[in-house]
T-cell receptor, first 115, second 113 residues
């Protein structure tokens, strides 16, 4: 089992729709969770982070965390063509030496928003 | 506030050579991490430095090494390059290396011929 798994995608949604991106993780002691966006040929850009169970909203983006189910998701409302990118879920493990500077990334989900 | 700066952005080497990549973190960030990104393996953690000390290391051979200087700038070195080392090497800095988010530089794209 991979440590962090994402929908393989690609995911295609029409402009204005809600895009839903999902991620599961295997380490129950994981403490913090991140969503990065990566445009083709560019480096990952942080979109959201979430530490506690529940929802966290930032503009058109909502991150949802359910630690009991070991599940984290990202919702993008009113999707725009400029949202087309690869979305990477990243997890930081339990506190301790092995978590210093280390995020474990999923393989990413390619999102395409078509006009 | 300037972001994470990596140099060089692109480089081409041949098998057996070595390469050194440089990273300047965001001002005030003392933790620097390095990642390798390839199409097949995705983003994989190489190592993390804080106050000139390597505190965490990923599953890479000893050919991959790094260091951090007193001004928090970091370098990584890959010796005896192999074709499989072709990748985007990303540096990230963090204010809180235990729980905080990572901010990535633009990366150094290495091609090994």
């Amino acid at each position: 089992q991979k440590e962090v798994e994402q929908n393989s995608g690609p995911l295609s949604v029409p402009e204005g729709a809600i895009a839903s991106l999902n991620c599961t993780y295997s380490d129950r002691g994981s403490q913090s969770f991140f969503w990065y966006r990566q445009y083709s040929g560019k480096s990952p850009e942080l979109i959201m982070f979430i530490y506690s169970n529940g929802d966290k909203e930032d503009g058109r983006f909502t991150a949802q965390l359910n630690k009991a189910s070991q599940y984290v998701s990202l919702l993008i409302r009113d999707s725009q063509p400029s949202d087309s990118a690869t979305y990477l879920c990243a997890v930081r493990g339990r506190a301790g030496g092995t978590s210093y500077g280390k995020l474990t990334f999923g393989q990413g989900t390619i999102l395409t928003v078509h006009p | 506030k300037a972001g994470v700066t990596q140099t060089p952005r692109y480089l081409i080497k041949t098998r057996g050579q070595q390469v050194t990549l440089s990273c300047s973190p965001i001002s005030g960030h003392r933790s620097v991490s390095w990642y390798q990104q390839t199409p097949g393996q995705g983003l994989q953690f190489l190592f993390e430095y804080f106050s000139e000390t390597q505190r965490n290391k990923g599953n890479f051979p000893g050919r991959f090494s790094g260091r951090q200087f007193s001004n928090s700038r970091s370098e990584m070195n890959v010796s005896t390059l192999e074709l499989g080392d072709s990748a985007l090497y990303l540096c990230a800095s963090s204010q809180n290396p235990v729980t905080g988010e990572l901010f990535f530089g633009e990366g150094s794209r290495l091609t090994v011929l």
